[in-house]
C-alpha cells in the first residue's frame, strides 16, 4: 500500500526546473513517475546521486551544470523504476524509451531478443506442439515464433516486463535498430547546406503528431486516427537569446503542461525553442502526395498553435514558414503563406542534390 500511494503522489514541476531537467537530456515522465535519460532511453534509479552520477559518468555532463540536480530529483520521491508498471501492449511508442526488436512464443507468449533462446525454450517446453506441427508435414522452428515484435520498458533491456508498441508505419521510412536512433537517416545533402547544422533527432518523437489542441478540425471520424502518421522527419530549431527564452517561458508558465510548448508538439528539444524550418522526406516517388499532407497537417496545426499563442498576448504577426520536401535526391522548397481564410503553400525552387 506504501508503494501504491508513494507511485501516484502528485508532483508538480515548476517551468525552470522541467526546462533545467531538459536541457540535461533528462524528461520528467508522467503518469508513471519517473525521470528518462533521452539519450539512453530508459528511466534512472533517482536514489542518492545516481542521476547525476549517469550524466556525468555516461555523458561526460560538467559538475557545474549538474549542480543541484541531485537535491531536486532527490525532493521528487520517485519510485524505483522497477516497480513502475507497464503500458499495455499495442501502447502507441513513448517518445523516450528505447525500443527494441523482440519475438515471442506462439504457445506461452515469452518474450525475448534472442531467436536462439526461444528456439531453445520451444523445443524443451513445448514438444506436444512440435509433434503436432511434425505430422503435418515440413515445418520451421520459426512457424512457432511470432517475430518483428517492437517493445518498450521503463529500464534497460528488461524484455521481462517489456510490453509491445505499434505504430503507423509509413512509406518510405525504416525502422530504427535502436531507441536512440532516427527512424530513418538524415539525408547527408542536410548538412551541406551549413556544415555547423547540429542533428536533433526529431522522426522518432514525432510519433505523437502535433497535439490535439493545435490541430484545426477536419472532415475526420478520429483525430487520432487521421493525425497519428501526419508527422515530420526533421526540423531546424531556432536557438533564441536568453532574454528571448525567458519571455517564451513567462508565456507559457501558465498553461497546462500538454500545452506549454512554443510549438506544437511538446516533445522536449522543441519545447522552448521555435521550429524554423520543416523537413519531409520520402524515397519513393509515389509518396509524394502523401507527404504534401503531411506537411499540411504539420504546417496547420502550427498556424493553429501559433495564433493561440497570438491571442494569449495580444498582438502578433504570423510568418511564412519555409518547408521542405525531399524526394529521394529531389529538394523542393515550400513558402506556407497565412491568407487571412487559408494557409497557400508556395512552391519556391527545386534542388538536385548529388550527394549520395
Known amino acids: 500500500m506504501n508503494g501504491s500511494r508513494q507511485t501516484h503522489r502528485e508532483i508538480s514541476l515548476s517551468?525552470?526546473?522541467?526546462?533545467?531537467?531538459?536541457?540535461?537530456?533528462?524528461?520528467?515522465?508522467?503518469?508513471?513517475?519517473?525521470?528518462?535519460?533521452?539519450?539512453c532511453g530508459y528511466a534512472l534509479a533517482a536514489d542518492d546521486d545516481r542521476v547525476g552520477r549517469h550524466l556525468g559518468e555516461k555523458h561526460r555532463i560538467s559538475k557545474s551544470?549538474?549542480?543541484?540536480?541531485?537535491?531536486?530529483?532527490?525532493?521528487?520521491?520517485?519510485?524505483?523504476?522497477?516497480?513502475?508498471?507497464?503500458?499495455?501492449?499495442?501502447?502507441?511508442?513513448?517518445?523516450?524509451?528505447?525500443?527494441?526488436?523482440?519475438?515471442?512464443?506462439?504457445?506461452?507468449?515469452?518474450?525475448?531478443?534472442?531467436?536462439?533462446?526461444?528456439?531453445?525454450?520451444?523445443?524443451?517446453?513445448?514438444?506436444?506442439?512440435?509433434?503436432a506441427t511434425r505430422s503435418g508435414g515440413k515445418h520451421?522452428?520459426?512457424?512457432?515464433?511470432?517475430?518483428?515484435?517492437?517493445?518498450?520498458?521503463?529500464?534497460?533491456?528488461?524484455?521481462?516486463?517489456?510490453?509491445?508498441?505499434?505504430?503507423?508505419?509509413?512509406?518510405?521510412?525504416?525502422?530504427?535498430?535502436?531507441?536512440?536512433?532516427?527512424?530513418?537517416?538524415?539525408?547527408?545533402?542536410?548538412?551541406?547546406?551549413?556544415?555547423?547544422?547540429?542533428?536533433?533527432?526529431?522522426?522518432?518523437?514525432?510519433?505523437?503528431?502535433?497535439?490535439?489542441?493545435?490541430?484545426?478540425?477536419?472532415?475526420?471520424?478520429?483525430?487520432?486516427?487521421?493525425?497519428?502518421?501526419?508527422?515530420?522527419?526533421?526540423?531546424?530549431?531556432?536557438?533564441?537569446?536568453?532574454?528571448?527564452?525567458?519571455?517564451?517561458?513567462?508565456?507559457?508558465s501558465g498553461l497546462p503542461d500538454d500545452q506549454r510548448s512554443i510549438n506544437q508538439t511538446t516533445y522536449g528539444p522543441v519545447r522552448f525553442d521555435p521550429i524554423a524550418v520543416s523537413i519531409e522526406t520520402k524515397i519513393a516517388i509515389g509518396a509524394i502526395e502523401e507527404a504534401r499532407l503531411q506537411l499540411g497537417l504539420w504546417v496547420a496545426a502550427w498556424h493553429q498553435r501559433v495564433s493561440t499563442l497570438f491571442q494569449s498576448v495580444g498582438s502578433g504577426h504570423i510568418i511564412t514558414l519555409p518547408l521542405i520536401l525531399v524526394m529521394e535526391h529531389e529538394w523542393h522548397l515550400l513558402l506556407a503563406c497565412d491568407r487571412g481564410d487559408r494557409i497557400v503553400s508556395i512552391p519556391s525552387f527545386d534542388y538536385h542534390s548529388s550527394v549520395g
Not at 533528462?26 to 508513471?32: A, G
Not at 549538474?66 to 523504476?81: D, G, I
Not at 506461452?108 to 512440435?130: F, N
Open 15 to 39: 517551468l525552470d526546473q522541467y526546462s533545467r531537467l531538459e536541457k540535461l537530456h533528462l524528461h520528467f515522465n508522467l503518469p508513471e513517475q519517473a525521470i528518462i535519460c533521452t539519450l
Open 65 to 131: 551544470a549538474r549542480r543541484q540536480l541531485n537535491a531536486l530529483v532527490n525532493s521528487l520521491k520517485l519510485p524505483s523504476p522497477d516497480t513502475l508498471p507497464k503500458r499495455p501492449d499495442g501502447s502507441t511508442p513513448h517518445p523516450h524509451l528505447r525500443i527494441q526488436d523482440g519475438k515471442a512464443c506462439k504457445h506461452c507468449g515469452l518474450r525475448s531478443t534472442s531467436s536462439d533462446v526461444l528456439s531453445k525454450h520451444i523445443r524443451v517446453l513445448h514438444k506436444p506442439e512440435l509433434a
Open 140 to 252: 520451421w522452428l520459426r512457424d512457432h515464433i511470432n517475430d518483428n515484435l517492437s517493445l518498450q520498458s521503463w529500464t534497460l533491456n528488461d524484455v521481462k516486463r517489456a510490453w509491445v508498441v505499434t505504430a503507423p508505419v509509413r512509406a518510405g521510412a525504416s525502422r530504427s535498430r535502436s531507441g536512440n536512433k532516427p527512424l530513418q537517416p538524415a539525408p547527408d545533402s542536410i548538412h551541406c547546406f551549413h556544415p555547423g547544422i547540429r542533428q536533433t533527432y526529431v522522426s522518432h518523437c514525432f510519433h505523437e503528431g502535433p497535439r490535439q489542441y493545435f490541430v484545426p478540425e477536419m472532415q475526420a471520424n478520429s483525430y487520432y486516427h487521421f493525425a497519428a502518421s501526419k508527422m515530420i522527419d526533421w526540423a531546424i530549431r531556432v536557438r533564441p537569446s536568453p532574454n528571448t527564452s525567458e519571455q517564451i517561458r513567462k508565456v507559457l
